[in-house]
């Protein structure tokens, strides 16, 4: 406890000292003692970070590259606010919540955070045994799933335990993370840089400017073979429908609901107080945005590259069938029945509907990697680096997982932080993740009820987060004289109603999308729960 209380010292001995220093320096100074926003980034980049930016270059190329990093950084917004009122008040969010604001959104915010925590770790026990068997080509076979699932967990359960070993366990977790995102980014970037004689940079700049007419019109480059094809309407519908999926999930899902459980606890479990909170915002700019945009931003352009407006030849020629065309034969499949099903028995679909089918075809990690192998003329290379990328995506995202669900148990039982009960938590991610992989996540029912109401409720809660969020930065009860003032705290608040209003129109879209009416009585129940719940309450002084 004296080393941990001397290093607290001496960290705050050193901000006072950068505060006088010129900004570049003081930089230099956050620099060094940047941790929690490295957590951020090691969750956000994992399977849904890479299915979402694959997808994203597939249906739109490099006219959509703008928007995960506007969504991040909405998100990096309100992270930094939770953030500024942990670190002014001292308070754990889970209890000041449930005291000053309400604790229906408390404790929903509690059991969102769980909930994603349990559910999508099987997702990531899939992505790395992906990697490991098909970029790697190891552990494969009838029994290696089995293995590479035990192996992950236990991966994922020694660098967490090591977290909880007190505050060198901290440090030494903090920098194996900050290596994996490393690797992460450096083995997306390195992608990248193999294809940089083949890419027309001067699209690839102009796609970072927001296009908002991408949600009433198709990207450009499907506009003429649209017109060519069998039934325009039809395919300008599916693939605007896919276009506005894509783009309003991302404004809902670009920092999860358990990202915002996870930081104010990593920041509290260091010891950060008020004078960290010029550190806390860039951390998150550091260790968040940074390799997001960088890892997303590169799988977006390899990916439209490669996949935008093309598609796999052997899908329309037997003759040129690959072990790459096999995976996509379904989806292919899919894609066509659909315009047949318009057209009607009576008439076929032309070249151009079955182009259209095969371009919308989703592609996953190891697909992209044997796309990739002629730029290098290498498969092996191309293999392993894009491999190792997507392992880092994986195991990383099943660490943090590990680590915000230990937070959530010790919350939810009145424990303390870095006891048995909280290692106990940490642990369930991996086992369920584990487990779930292994006998659950690849039957598509059983995906489906796991999935579905998890990512339902996490939308729901998202928009709800960032409203308890703005409610205790205006909460003079809660704040006190950390509370912000004058044109700061308009300019704030703006910023943040900006934030809300984007989540909210993702989660909306999201949630109608997946389950209808039933998402909308869901959102109604829990809201009058809350208000019920405002009422009823004695009133805080």
């Not at 060094?32 to 951020?40: A, T, V």
């Not at 690797?183 to 193999?194: D, E, M």
């Not at 994986?394 to 039982?413: H, P, R, Y």
């Not at 004058?486 to 809300?500: E, F, H, Q, T, Y």
Request: hydrophobic share 50%; aromatic share 10%.
């Amino acid at each position: 406890m004296s080393d941990s209380n001397d290093n607290l010292a001496a960290e705050k001995t050193l901000l006072a000292e950068a505060s006088q220093k010129p900004l570049l320096s003081r930089w230099g100074t956050f620099a060094k003692l940047s941790g929690p926003g490295w957590l951020q980034g090691a969750i956000t980049l994992g399977g849904g970070s890479l299915a979402g930016s694959l997808y994203i270059g597939v249906i739109g190329g490099y006219e959509l590259l703008w928007l995960q990093p506007l969504m991040m950084i909405f998100g990096v917004l309100m992270l930094s606010v939770i953030g500024y009122v942990t670190l002014s008040t001292g308070e754990k969010p889970f209890r000041a919540i449930n005291k000053h604001i309400n604790p229906v959104l408390g404790w929903g915010w509690l059991i969102a955070a769980m909930l994603a925590n349990l559910v999508w770790a099987m997702p990531q026990f899939s992505l790395g045994t992906a990697a490991l068997q098909q970029n790697f080509g190891i552990l494969d076979g009838d029994n290696g799933k089995y293995w590479c699932a035990l192996l992950l967990f236990v991966i994922g359960a020694a660098v967490v335990w090591s977290y909880d070993s007190g505050s060198k366990g901290v440090k030494v977790f903090e920098i194996i993370l900050k290596i994996m995102v490393a690797i992460v980014v450096v083995s997306f970037f390195g992608v990248v840089v193999a294809m940089s004689g083949s890419l027309d940079w001067g699209a690839i700049f102009a796609g970072f400017i927001p296009n908002l007419s991408l949600l009433s019109e198709p990207a450009s480059k499907f506009t003429e073979i649209i017109a060519k094809s069998s039934d325009p309407g039809y395919w300008n519908d599916v693939i605007l429908s896919s276009q506005r999926d894509r783009m309003v999930t991302a404004a809902a899902t670009a920092v999860g609901i358990n990202m915002t459980f996870l930081l104010p606890y990593s920041m509290l479990r260091k010891g950060w107080g008020k004078e960290h909170r010029g550190l806390a915002t860039f951390d998150l700019s550091l260790g968040l945005f940074l390799p997001f945009f960088l890892a997303t931003t590169c799988v977006v352009i390899a990916s439209a590259s490669q996949f935008h407006g093309e598609y796999d030849k052997g899908l329309l020629d037997p003759a040129k069938r690959t072990a790459l065309t096999e995976k996509l034969q379904g989806a292919y499949d899919k894609n066509l029945s659909g315009i047949q099903a318009k057209l009607g028995e009576a008439k076929e679909p032309n070249d151009m509907d079955k182009q259209l089918a095969a371009m919308l075809v989703s592609r996953d990690a190891f697909q992209l990697a044997g796309s990739l192998e002629k730029l290098t003329g290498n498969k092996a290379v191309t293999q392993t680096v894009f491999g190792i990328g997507v392992l880092g995506m994986a195991v990383s995202t099943i660490i943090i997982l590990m680590l915000i669900n230990g937070f959530t148990v010790t919350e939810m039982l009145g424990a303390e932080i870095g006891g048995m009960k909280h290692r106990i938590g940490s642990i369930l991610p991996g086992i369920t993740g584990a487990l779930g992989f292994l006998f659950l996540w690849g039957d598509g029912d059983a995906r489906f009820w796991l999935a579905v109401p998890t990512s339902v409720f996490g939308m729901v809660l998202l928009p709800i987060a960032y409203i308890t969020f703005f409610l205790m930065i205006n909460s003079k009860s809660l704040m006190g004289d950390a509370l912000p003032q004058g044109n700061k705290r308009i300019a704030l608040n703006i910023a943040m109603l900006v934030a809300l209003i984007a989540a909210t129109i993702g989660a909306g879209w999201s949630i109608w999308s997946k389950v209808q009416w039933t998402g909308v009585i869901a959102v109604g129940v829990f809201v009058l729960a809350a208000v019920f719940v405002h009422f009823m309450r004695p009133r805080q002084s």
